[in-house]
C-alpha cells in the first residue's frame, strides 16, 4: 500500500457474493469477480474493496490467493434492521446534531490512527447529502 498523492479514491465494493452448492468448485465465484472487477474497470473504479466472513476459508483463498487481494484493516462490520427499533427512546437520553467544524476536528481527533480512514474526512460532512454527524447522551451529563 502507498499513500496516495490525490484525495479522492473511487472505489467499487463487493459485499455479497454466493455460488449455489451445485456450481461450487467450477470456477463460477471466480468468474463472477473477474465480471465484476472489468466492470469497475469500464466505470473509472481504482480499486475493489470487498466484504467477507472471517470463517469462510473458501472465501478468503478465492479473494487472497486467486484474485491477490489483501487484508486492509481489522475492521468488523455491524448491521442492525432499524425497522426493529419500535421502541421509543428513554426521556433520559437526549440527541443532538453536531456542529460540522466541531464533527470535522472529532474525526481528525479521534479516527486519524484507524486503518480505514478517509482522506476527505473534513469534506464528507459539508456534503449536501449528509445527514450530519449526530451525539447522543443522558440529559443530565449535557
Known amino acids: ?54 470463517k469462510n476459508d473458501a472465501s478468503k483463498n478465492l479473494f487472497t490467493i486467486k484474485s491477490n487481494y489483501v487484508n486492509l484493516s481489522s475492521l468488523v462490520i455491524f448491521v442492525q434492521p432499524i425497522s426493529s427499533l419500535t421502541k421509543q427512546i428513554s426521556m433520559d437520553i437526549k440527541i443532538d446534531r453536531v456542529d460540522i467544524d466541531l464533527a470535522i476536528s472529532l474525526y481528525k481527533r479521534t479516527m486519524r490512527t484507524k486503518d480505514l480512514y478517509p482522506l476527505d474526512k473534513d469534506v464528507i460532512p459539508k456534503e449536501k447529502l449528509s445527514l450530519g454527524t449526530w451525539v447522543c447522551y443522558y440529559k443530565e451529563e449535557g
Do not use: D, Q
Open 1 to 54: 500500500m502507498g499513500t496516495l498523492s490525490r484525495p479522492f479514491l473511487k472505489m467499487g465494493c463487493i459485499l455479497g457474493l454466493g455460488v449455489s452448492p451445485t456450481y461450487r468448485r467450477k470456477g463460477v465465484a471466480l468468474r463472477l469477480v473477474t465480471v465484476a472487477e472489468e466492470w469497475m474497470a469500464r466505470n473509472g473504479v481504482e480499486h475493489a474493496l470487498l466484504a467477507t466472513e472471517n
